[in-house]
């Protein structure tokens, strides 16, 4: 959040979020560990007005500032769920209440235009600006209210998107924070932004020492008043679950095509011709919340973006050998909009499975004959806001519906190979063949 003061140009938060790790990892002291990230909803509204609230004062609480507590929210958190839905995420504590958010926008010019345009005149008759120079904590933020083109600063042109980060102290320091900025990067990056910046109030060290961990550098900006401007890319390196940073790309050509770019890289891969071989590392998958309790986003994938409307298909095999053992295909608009298609090895069969997430998992499978090693093909077809699941065992063409599924329409996403070892000590998977084709526009489209 912004401090009591008026600043000279504001866009970003000094909460003071969590440091490593991800959302929901088990044996988390405190806070129960089936926390998880997913989009917000309207109903979680008087929750992002009290964590802002209770966030907003140089990291802590500020309501001994303010009396009317609906000041701050009114200025750096509602206009963002109004304006910018697409991108506010909550912290769930697994019960349905919000005890965090990461929110933003991925264009702050147009951003403070809308704001003034649309949300001003809904809330400046409760909230005047003041006559003369503020007098009071709660006429400062009056007038910032009143000059939404404060957030626009040629020095942070680079940097077009901005965005607010808060947790609830009793969720912070868990790697709860790492989470949140985790699936808002991806977001942004889905959109092709390329980078975004934030501001915080120079003194919240702890705040500054967690955005340093994730990549944040200072952006120079003339006459910052009392914050400190800092921005990155929205590539995910260094922003991802799980541990430090890895190469993200491969260098040239990887099963015939170029462009690809690391999830959760894998100790050991190699690509040859138009093959890729990884073999997984332990304790790695892709879930959401349904049944078990926890969120998972460390499995491998190598993604590449795609167009609106494609055909990805590739043919794989797998030493599976542990349960949920797993490969196949993983389309990926950001950690809560995600589909996973393939086989999965459970209770000793090779099973053809798909998960579909759309901010929870769910899971479909079916027994296949046949040799555990045997080849599988599987295909995505996106089209509108459908992606068609079809597949074919052991040397048949993909030509078997598995699945037909709801996916966003109209954003850009990232799909490719994929595979991890939930419960294992890892196996290796082989892919080859794969094909990527551009589709027309479904009609209307």
Same mark, same amino acid.
Request: glycine share 12%; hydrophobic share 40%; net charge negative.
């Given at each position: 959040?912004?401090?009591?003061?008026?600043?000279?140009?504001?866009?970003?938060?000094?909460?003071?979020?969590?440091?490593?790790?991800?959302?929901?990892?088990?044996?988390?002291?405190?806070?129960?560990?089936?926390?998880?990230?997913?989009?917000?909803?309207?109903?979680?509204?008087?929750?992002?007005?009290?964590?802002?609230?209770?966030?907003?004062?140089?990291?802590?609480?500020?309501?001994?500032?303010?009396?009317?507590?609906?000041?701050?929210?009114?200025?750096?958190?509602?206009?963002?769920?109004?304006?910018?839905?697409?991108?506010?995420?909550?912290?769930?504590?697994?019960?349905?209440?919000?005890?965090?958010?990461?929110?933003?926008?991925?264009?702050?010019?147009?951003?403070?235009?809308?704001?003034?345009?649309?949300?001003?005149?809904?809330?400046?008759?409760?909230?005047?600006?003041?006559?003369?120079?503020?007098?009071?904590?709660?006429?400062?933020?009056?007038?910032?209210?009143?000059?939404?083109?404060?957030?626009?600063?040629?020095?942070?042109?680079?940097?077009?998107?901005?965005?607010?980060?808060?947790?609830?102290?009793?969720?912070?320091?868990?790697?709860?924070?790492?989470?949140?900025?985790?699936?808002?990067?991806?977001?942004?990056?889905?959109?092709?932004?390329?980078?975004?910046?934030?501001?915080?109030?120079?003194?919240?060290?702890?705040?500054?020492?967690?955005?340093?961990?994730? =990549?944040?550098?200072?952006?120079?900006?003339?006459?910052?008043?009392?914050?400190?401007?800092?921005?990155?890319?929205?590539?995910?390196?260094?922003?991802?679950? =799980?541990?430090?940073?890895?190469?993200?790309?491969?260098?040239?050509?990887?099963?015939?095509?170029?462009?690809?770019?690391?999830?959760?890289?894998?100790?050991?891969?190699?690509?040859?011709?138009?093959?890729?071989?990884?073999?997984?590392?332990?304790?790695?998958?892709?879930?959401?919340?349904?049944?078990?309790?926890?969120?998972?986003?460390?499995?491998?994938?190598?993604?590449?973006?795609?167009?609106?409307?494609?055909?990805?298909?590739?043919?794989?095999?797998?030493?599976?050998?542990? /349960?949920?053992? /797993?490969?196949?295909?993983?389309?990926?608009?950001?950690?809560?909009?995600?589909?996973?298609?393939?086989?999965?090895?459970?209770?000793?069969?090779?099973?053809?499975?798909?998960?579909?997430?759309?901010?929870?998992?769910?899971?479909?499978?079916?027994?296949?004959?046949?040799?555990?090693?045997?080849?599988?093909?599987?295909?995505?077809?996106?089209?509108?806001?459908?992606?068609?699941?079809?597949?074919?065992?052991?040397?048949?063409?993909?030509?078997?519906l598995l699945r037909l599924a709801y996916f966003p329409e109209g954003v850009a996403?990232?799909?490719?190979?994929?595979c991890a070892s939930p419960e294992g000590a890892g196996f290796t998977a082989r892919?080859?063949?794969?094909?990527?084709?551009?589709?027309?526009?479904?009609?209307?489209?």
């Open positions: 959040m912004l401090p009591s003061a008026p600043p000279s140009g504001a866009s970003g938060s000094s909460g003071s979020p969590g440091s490593h790790g991800s959302s929901g990892s088990p044996g988390t002291s405190g806070a129960p560990s089936v926390a998880f990230v997913r989009p917000y909803r309207p109903a979680d509204r008087a929750a992002l007005y009290d964590i802002c609230a209770r966030t907003g004062h140089e990291g802590g609480d500020s309501r001994h500032l303010y009396p009317d507590p609906d000041l701050l929210p009114t200025i750096f958190a509602a206009p963002y769920v109004e304006l910018e839905p697409g991108l506010a995420f909550v912290l769930d504590d697994g019960s349905g209440q919000a005890v965090g958010y990461v929110i933003g926008t991925a264009d702050t010019a147009a951003f403070a235009r809308a704001f003034r345009e649309s949300w001003l005149p809904r809330v400046e008759g409760r909230y005047p600006r003041p006559a003369g120079a503020p007098a009071t904590p709660s006429e400062g933020m009056a007038e910032l209210l009143h000059t939404p083109e404060r957030m626009v600063l040629p020095e942070l042109a680079g940097h077009p998107a901005h965005l607010h980060i808060d947790l609830l102290p009793d969720w912070q320091r868990k790697g709860h924070g790492r989470a949140l900025m985790h699936t808002f990067l991806q977001a942004l990056h889905a959109r092709g932004v390329g980078a975004v910046h934030l501001g915080m109030v120079t003194a919240n060290t702890a705040a500054r020492a967690f955005y340093d961990r994730l =990549g944040f550098e200072v952006l120079p900006v003339d006459d910052p008043g009392p914050l400190t401007y800092l921005g990155r890319s929205t590539e995910l390196a260094d922003a991802a679950p =799980g541990g430090p940073a890895a190469p993200t790309a491969p260098s040239g050509a990887v099963l015939g095509l170029p462009g690809w770019e690391w999830f959760n890289p894998p100790a050991a891969w190699a690509a040859s011709g138009d093959g890729l071989d990884i073999t997984t590392d332990r304790d790695t998958d892709l879930w959401v919340r349904t049944h078990y309790g926890f969120v998972r986003d460390t499995g491998h994938a190598l993604l590449r973006r795609v167009p609106a409307s494609f055909r990805m298909r590739v043919t794989f095999t797998g030493g599976y050998r542990d /349960q949920y053992d /797993q490969a196949g295909l993983l389309l990926r608009l950001d950690a809560t909009s995600w589909i996973k298609a393939g086989v999965e090895f459970v209770d000793g069969r090779r099973q053809v499975s798909a998960v579909v997430t759309r901010g929870v998992s769910d899971w479909s499978v079916a027994p296949l004959d046949g040799p555990v090693a045997g080849p599988m093909t599987v295909e995505l077809d996106r089209r509108g806001d459908t992606v068609t699941v079809r597949y074919g065992a052991d040397g048949a063409a993909a030509t078997t996403a990232f799909a490719g190979p994929m892919f080859t063949g794969l094909r990527l084709e551009e589709l027309p526009a479904p009609a209307g489209g």
